[in-house]
């Protein structure tokens, strides 16, 4: 099956450093990847999508000078979270997707708690 | 993407079928529906999908109903390790995105 592995799952940093989170497609090609945010008890918010080769599309109001994507491949995807805050403390989570096999679905990898103290 | 109501909660005794119920009535043509579950602090996991057929497979089944307005996902056999938020889906598939409504949280009770 489509296995889809994050790192790290959880990180801890101080206030004004940069974060760098992983998503790794293991076991296929994930040509477009997704980025979500969750706060607790609330709902998956989408943050940006993420296609191979190309810049990330972002949803609206999410800062993309804060939240860099990048795609290089069609196994990795990361974000990189700049000048962190304790408001950007929160469940980070990617997706992957690979096109034309409709019996996967999308997968998701199991998170990471970024905490900022 | 077709917005998706679902129940806010739900409970199950152990053991009995929980039906899982989400209206879609602005579904269009082309978008599938999908559920998937969310354990406390983990990510997403996929249970099923279908687009105007019934679909089972090891987790659950899958009923549509012929307008394709809603759906009910059947978890046949509940276990205390299916308490979860369960996610009704609706969207294109391919790179379409997926958005998030606040789901279903099902507590199964001994």
């Known amino acids: 099956g489509a296995v889809v592995s994050q790192h790290p799952s959880w990180v801890i940093c101080k206030s004004g450093t940069s974060v760098k989170i992983e998503c790794r497609s293991l076991?296929?090609?994930?040509?477009?990847m997704f980025w979500y945010r969750q706060f607790p008890k609330q709902s998956l918010m989408l943050m940006a999508t993420s296609n191979e080769g190309s810049k990330a599309t972002y949803e609206q109001g999410v800062e993309k000078d804060k939240f860099l994507i990048n795609h290089a491949s069609l196994t990795l995807s990361t974000l990189t979270v700049t000048s962190a805050h304790p408001e950007d403390s929160s469940f980070y989570i990617c997706?992957?997707?690979?096109?034309?096999?409709?019996?996967?679905?999308?997968?998701f990898g199991s998170g990471t708690r970024l905490t900022v103290v | 993407d077709a917005k998706t109501t679902q129940p806010t909660s739900m409970d199950c005794a152990e053991g009995r079928a929980a039906n899982l119920p989400c209206n879609h009535s602005?579904?269009?043509?082309?978008?599938?529906v999908y559920w998937y579950r969310q354990i406390h602090s983990q990510g997403p996991q996929y249970i099923i999908h279908g687009l105007k057929n019934n679909e089972t497979n090891e987790m659950a089944s899958l009923i549509i109903t012929e307008d394709r307005k809603s759906s009910t996902l059947i978890l046949p056999h509940a276990t205390l390790r299916d308490t979860a938020v369960y996610y009704c889906?609706?969207?294109?598939?391919?790179?379409?995105?997926?958005?998030f409504g606040t789901g279903t949280r099902l507590t199964i009770i001994p």
């Open positions: 997706s992957a997707t690979r096109t034309l096999q409709s019996q996967y679905g999308y997968t």
């Open positions: 889906i609706v969207s294109n598939f391919g790179n379409e995105k997926l958005t």
């Open positions: 602005t579904i269009s043509g082309n978008e599938y």
């Open positions: 076991d296929f090609q994930a040509t477009t």
